[in-house]
């Protein structure tokens, strides 16, 4: 049988099962997709993978992917097929289609952090003189970084007068790794417990593992809310939140969904959907909705462990921590878009503590809370209510917090007793004009302690962009002599420029304050300020300049207080030591960038469209203050590269990861070119428009006027290939890189003729 013969029985079978590939509809409307059918007495047939292909919803229609079902079969399903266009048209309410989902707010995926290995000298040098004598203050951190993590210490050297002397107090010591695939980070040595908003932190040494979102500055851990519609024919679609545009494009038919995964607000709001379609026909949809930060999404979890042994004395001695261990555990968990849970324990010999509490969303009438935690050991109880309502007219945040017993906790055992009562009560109203008001009551009492139970208000009022007053007052319900007012008034003369005011009272005593500051920009230079203040018999003066630099920021200052002069100077900065170089900086806080142009200097550095400086004589330059774990868009101006020297791109990316940095290389190489001055053998320049071919570098260029031409990936010794019209020679000539940074000019060359069969 022959091969034409075998193909069309194929052909053939495939008719007769009715085997169909067609494009279809839905609801009139093209979906641009082809789908397999088969056809079998008039009745068309597919499977549920397909079905889902051109948008059906299979749970509504309780069908399987893998599953062949008549489309007759189908619930509220209808369909038309025409043989003739090969299509088919399937006719269904918009409740068994699949939603477009709008994303307005995704992004692409994160890229992946980088870091190289370095270290890390931040300082804070303090120097004073008075009429005691000198002191000497050296505030150091010691970082280094690598793909392992990063390890950090802190501490600060005195030097005071004889009656102190010198000694050195360490703050904190610890080692970190942070991994963005699961969102956590490891610690070991000094660290701070995870809380909840009714429990207590507590500082010790030992390890910690917890969740961290930080390493992914694009997800929302709080819910937002969705917005569906149905468009009958294709449409625009746009989404306002409280009068803002937050999202616009375009719909297909059929049913959407907009995921708001942008924070547009915080509180209750009003969110619009608009649809328009062809005509410029518009339908307009509002709904009412609430977002609140402190909830977690569904399904999200955020957590932290610690295990270790409490610390004493911080910032006073450096190695005191208790020789009882010491464990704490919090949790937090989105059951549902209006239910976060919450649970914390701690344990230490003496205490054993446990409790859970919750958030829960009242619709569009904001937000309750509660807890309960019990104790042992240290018996006792506390429970915690809590509600919060904020709308763009008003917002109340009232918060109770409570013991009974002798209720305690790790920082209870350590000598630090729970707050038996903790109240909060704040009431805030924006007003017209710039203005707004606030009313808060604060009750607090610790065991052993008297009651505080402080009523304030508090008036802001903007009279222009540029003046502004502020008034508060405050009285101890409990005390009539507790009470006091300040009034502050101040002005801004520029971006960097202001002037304030203020006059106080409390405790019968009245006070006053005028000062004037220019903070230097951020791209370097001179800053000064001045205050003066009197009351309660002390007077005060300050004066102070201000330099910073790109190496080192340097403050001057001189203060009087009660007639006696105290005269500082403070610099802080830091030394990092990457790729082989050491580079003086400001101080160093998240991520940074180390730029290496291949040891070329003087080569402008740009951050975000911004200029820096340039590199130095090793050829590097660092760029401060980069958001870790985003992108950072690093380059070099292309303009300040010698004329000798290229580079195969001028701007990367960066993502750092925090307290790290990264090596951006741009590798920059001499050109191995020169501008090629050719003659016949009488001397003249050849003709323009020749096609001149390197027979090392293997590149085609042509010949300019004069008979110049530029070659580039020039060898030792070089043959150049000349053809054109009437013209067929070689060049031949030696070639040394130059020294400057100047591309040479070499010739003129003779053009020997070649012989036929060259």
């Known amino acids: 049988m022959g091969m034409m013969a075998a193909l069309g029985m194929a052909a053939g079978q495939a008719r007769a099962a009715g085997e169909l590939y067609l494009e279809v509809q839905l609801n009139g409307q093209p979906t641009g997709t082809v789908a397999h059918f088969s056809e079998q007495g008039g009745h068309l047939s597919t499977d ?71 270290l890390v000298l931040n ?26 993590g990063v390890y950090s210490t802190t501490g600060t050297a005195y030097s005071y007068p004889a009656t102190a002397g010198q000694h050195y107090v360490r703050y904190d010591s610890a080692w970190s790794h942070s991994d963005p695939d699961t969102l956590s980070t490891w610690q070991l040595g000094d660290t701070i417990s995870g809380s909840l908003d009714w429990t207590r932190s507590v500082r010790l040494g030992g390890a910690q593992y917890k969740s961290n979102f930080a390493l992914r500055p694009d997800l929302v851990t709080f819910p937002l809310p969705t917005y569906s519609g149905s468009a009958v024919v294709p449409s625009a679609v746009s989404l306002y939140v409280n009068g803002i545009q937050q999202y616009s494009g375009s719909v297909s038919s059929g049913p959407y969904i907009i995921d708001q995964t942008v924070p547009g607000i915080t509180g209750a709001g009003q969110a619009t959907v608009v649809t328009r379609d062809a005509l410029g026909r ?63 324990g701690e344990v230490t010999p003496g205490v054993y503590n446990a409790g859970g509490g919750a958030l829960y969303r009242l619709g569009q009438q904001g937000v309750v809370n509660a807890s309960l935690a019990a104790s042992a050991g240290m018996a006792g109880m506390q429970w915690g209510l809590g509600y919060q309502y904020i709308t763009p007219r008003f917002s109340i945040n009232a918060q109770t917090l409570r013991t009974a017993g002798n209720y305690g906790d790790l920082a209870a055992r350590d000598g630090t007793p729970v707050p038996s009562v903790s109240d909060r009560l704040t009431l805030s109203f924006p007003m017209a004009s710039n203005q707004s008001l606030s009313l808060s009551y604060l009750g607090y009492k610790v065991p052993g302690s008297g009651a505080s139970h402080v009523v304030s208000v508090g008036h802001s009022l903007s009279l222009s962009h540029r003046l502004s007053v502020t008034l508060n007052l405050y009285q101890d319900v409990r005390d009539p002599a507790s009470r006091g007012a300040f009034v502050n008034l101040s002005y801004s003369l520029g971006e960097r420029t202001s002037v304030s005011s203020s006059a106080s009272y409390q ?43 790109d190496h080192a920021q340097v403050t001057a200052s001189t203060q009087q207080v009660a007639g006696s ?51 130095d004589s090793s050829g590097h330059f660092l760029v401060p203050d980069l958001d870790a774990y985003r992108g950072n868009q690093v380059s070099i101006n292309s303009l300040g590269l010698p004329a000798n020297v290229q580079v195969a791109t001028t701007n990367q990316a960066v993502v750092p990861q925090s307290r790290s940095g990264v090596l951006v290389r741009f590798a920059l190489k001499p050109y191995q070119a020169a501008s090629i001055i050719v003659q016949d053998l009488a001397g003249k320049p050849l003709p323009a428009g020749l096609r001149v071919h390197s027979m090392e570098g293997g590149a085609d260029t042509v010949m300019g006027y004069d008979g110049i031409t530029f070659v580039d990936g020039l060898v030792a010794l070089n043959h150049l290939r000349v053809e054109g019209p009437q013209v067929r020679c070689q060049v031949t000539f030696a070639f040394n890189p130059p020294t400057g940074q100047v591309l040479p000019t070499l010739g003129p060359f003779p053009c020997v003729p070649l012989k036929e069969g060259d």
Not at 586 to 612: K, Y
């Open 507 to 549: 405790g019968k005593q009245a006070g006053y304050a005028v000062s004037a500051a220019q903070a230097p920009d951020y791209g370097g230079g001179w800053g000064w300020g001045a205050q003066t203040s009197g009351g309660g018999g002390s007077d005060y003066q300050l004066a102070q300049v201000q330099y910073l630099g």
């Open 48 to 118: 549920g993978q397909s079905l889902d292909e051109v948008g059906l919803n299979l749970a509504a229609l309780g069908v399987s992917p893998s599953r062949v079902v008549r489309l007759d079969d189908l619930p509220g399903v209808t369909y038309r097929y025409d043989a003739g266009q090969q299509s088919v048209d399937l006719r269904l309410a918009d409740s068994l289609r699949k939603p477009r989902h709008l994303n307005p707010g995704a992004t692409a995926q994160p890229r992946p952090s980088a870091v190289d290995r370095g």
């Open 565 to 615: 002069q105290l005269w500082s100077v403070d610099t802080t900065g830091a030394l990092v030591w990457m790729d082989g170089s050491v580079e003086t900086a400001r101080r160093i806080g998240d991520g940074f960038a180390l730029v290496s142009t291949d040891g070329v200097a003087g080569i402008p550095v740009v951050h975000e469209n911004r200029e820096l400086g340039t590199t």
């Open 282 to 344: 518009s339908v307009s949809t509002s709904v009412p909705l609430y977002v609140d930060t402190r909830l977690m999404a569904p399904g999200l979890s955020s957590y932290s462990l610690e295990l270790g042994y409490l610390r004493h004395n911080y910032s006073v001695d450096s190695f005191d921590y208790s020789p009882r261990t010491a464990s704490s555990a919090s949790v937090r968990y989105g059951l549902s878009d209006a239910l976060t849970v919450e649970g914390h």
């Open 123 to 148: 300082y804070d040098a303090y120097a004073s003189h008075d009429d005691s004598g000198n002191r000497l203050a050296l505030w150091s951190e010691e970082r280094f970084f690598d793909a392992h």
